[in-house]
């Protein structure tokens, strides 16, 4: 039976990756590694841990005994939430800080996945289970953008896709071609909040792969609670980048925006690389 190691964050995606390994009788052995990872984790995992991300050596040892040779990284590890928790780290974590250049998203996850190769554990591609959720270009909503909700939605793609070589963040918010909020350690959600509030509402949410997106972590994701952040912001628009963007539970989050009349729509990427 093959194994698949999971070291999940906060969100939904681990619990559907899970549940799409064991439908393949693929076994998860599952980690959460903060506090707020969905418990539904536990029940769908072939088995399943809470291991603090601070306690590196922990998680690799589990990893070992459980003869786990191959992973994957799901779900929300943002620095805020690791912050929120003040856990002191372990000395194969301090030994990795110790080695780095910075401490942005990509170099952090990338020193994991090194050590990880290290100790004979590849990382997988985070999509491999996951294609569906997916969005292929189209308007996914009832309702379609106006011409000036479409013009908001290209500009923010292309400023999203901006921060994202910079390993800023992968959202922005817009209003009238002009940056409301730029996602950097706040998360989405955050980010679509302060937005929502510095645009006095009718903002456009934009959400991108990165330019040269590891598709091994940190692939965006949207979902029920993106709806959620943009109601409360007054948002009336959501462009995501079709194929590289993850929807999670989308008939929830499509109920949901088709009450509020929000549109939403997969753009390809390739089409949004000049300012309008």
Known sequence: MKKIGLIAGVGRLPVEFARAARGMGVHVIGIGVLPEVDPELAQVAHSYEYINIAKLDRIF????????????????????????????????????????????????????????????????????????????????????PTEAELADMRFGLTMAKQIGGLDIGQTVVVKNRAIMA????????????????????????????????????DVPGVGPDTIDSMIQAGAVALVIEAGRTLVVDREKMLE?????????????????TEHD
């Open 61 to 144: 040892k589990l990893l070992k005994r459980e003869k786990v040779t191959e992973i994957t990284l799901l779900g929300k590890i943002n620095k805020e939430l690791v912050y929120a928790h003040k856990e002191l780290p372990d000395l194969r974590v301090l030994k990795i800080f110790s080695r780095l250049k910075n401490f942005s998203d990509d170099t952090l996850t990338l020193a994991l996945v090194d050590e990880l190769a290290a100790e004979g554990i590849s990382v997988l591609d985070q999509t491999e289970l996951l294609r569906p959720l997916m969005p292929q270009p189209g308007v996914l909503s009832k309702r379609s």
């Open 182 to 217: 730029v996602e950097a350690i706040e998360g989405t959600d955050a980010c679509i909040r302060r937005g929502g509030q510095l645009g006095r509402g009718g903002v456009t949410v934009a959400k991108s792969a990165k330019p040269q997106q590891d598709m091994r972590f």
């Open 256 to 272: 949901k925006a088709d009450q509020q009349a929000i549109t939403i729509v997969a753009m390809p990427g390739d089409e949004v």
